[in-house]
């Protein structure tokens, strides 16, 4: 039988809740499917950081390197630590570290959810640069704590890092409906986002089968709302596809069926999965959290492994909940009533 190690980091407030979820789908199915899945976890956390000093121990990197897969609930408690600590002491060193640079968050109303505009017939798959950009984390602060002070950020494109997420961003318009969006503010940024236009151009001569559409973003944020039904495939930076793809989670109803897969291509790393809706700390441990989003990431994770069936019929199992008005009004239904209709579902 074939095996699939998983690293299980639930981390933070509802993260536990529907990581254990997510995980309670994937075992059923795994086991419908015939392969198994073997679950290590990990107390990495904001709690772990208030008792160690550190949000992962030393050496946490290269333990999660054997396994196949990373499945992660939640990080952040900002009463307690600040999401800078948290962001860059979990989540940005292992994207790093594994060369996760695609991050893919898929955008659409399943069955029987409601989203807040007249449109039901779109499909948006925004791919986000996951590695460098904005979040680089280059930058620093002199004369901190008086009138003097600087802060600077320094956005770090290379050639390889803008060229490798578009041709990924090319790869997947071929593989769906031929429409690319590339989303740059290069009338503003006359140097990186000018590049990245640059590089737009020279890849799409390559992929002539894909019609190519390049945006500013704020032009593309408000095609999304206006007629997201427009759009197929959205490339964009670590920045400008952080935001807009909370704007694609608020037109497929809201943050609890918002999904991600932190990819690396090439498979030389382990590549992660996550809900985007945070650590929801005000809700957290009252049962309440929709595991969907989860779950979700989950199904991603099992089509990233090969497990493209048991991939498929997670996802279906999720519609078939939602399509009976189960994990679609917020906090109506307890995490676990929304869990065991998907795991019916999968029977």
């Not at 073997?38 to 107390?43: I, L």
């Not at 004369?143 to 002070?149: C, N, P, R």
Request: charged fraction near 20%.
């Amino acid at each position: 039988m074939k095996s699939y190690s998983i690293a299980l980091i639930p981390g933070d407030g509802i993260g536990r809740d529907v990581t254990a979820a997510a995980w309670t789908v994937l075992e059923t199915v795994a086991k419908n499917f015939g392969f198994a899945l073997t679950g290590t976890e990990f107390p990495w956390s904001c709690k772990f950081y208030k008792d160690t000093g550190r949000m992962m121990p030393e050496g946490g990197i290269e333990t999660l390197r054997g396994f196949d897969a990373i499945l992660l609930g939640a990080v952040g408690w900002p009463a307690e630590v600040p999401d800078s600590v948290s962001l860059h002491g979990l989540l940005l060193p292992i994207r790093k570290a594994f060369v996760q640079y695609a991050n893919i968050r898929p955008h659409r109303l399943l069955s029987g959810v409601t989203g807040p505009l007249r449109a039901e017939n779109f499909d948006i798959l925004c791919i986000r640069e996951n590695t460098e950009g904005e979040y680089s984390g280059a930058g620093g602060r002199v004369h901190q704590g008086t009138l003097d002070e600087v802060a600077v950020e320094t956005s770090i494109f290379t050639r390889a890092g803008v060229e490798r997420i578009l041709r990924f961003g090319f790869e997947q318009a071929r593989s769906r409906r031929r429409k690319l969006a590339s989303v740059t503010k290069s009338n503003a940024q006359k140097y990186s986002m000018v590049f990245w236009d640059e590089i737009t151009r020279k890849l799409a001569a390559e992929y002539s089968d894909v019609e190519v559409t390049s945006y500013h973003v704020d032009a593309l944020a408000a095609r999304m709302i206006m007629a997201p039904e427009s759009l197929d495939v959205v490339v964009a930076s670590n920045l400008f596809g952080d935001i807009l793809t909370d704007i694609g989670a608020a037109i497929q109803g809201g943050l609890g069926y918002a999904a991600s897969a932190n990819i690396n291509p090439d498979r030389s790393a382990p590549s992660m999965f996550e809900p985007v809706h945070g650590s929801a700390p005000d809700i957290a441990h009252l049962g309440i959290a929709n595991p969907i989003a989860t779950i979700w990431s989950g199904a991603m994770m099992l089509d990233h492994l090969g497990e493209k069936a048991a991939a498929g019929r997670v996802t279906k199992a999720v519609e078939a909940a939602t399509a009976r008005g189960i994990g679609t009004i917020p906090g109506k239904d307890r995490t676990d009533a929304i869990t065991h209709a998907v795991v019916a579902a999968l029977i």
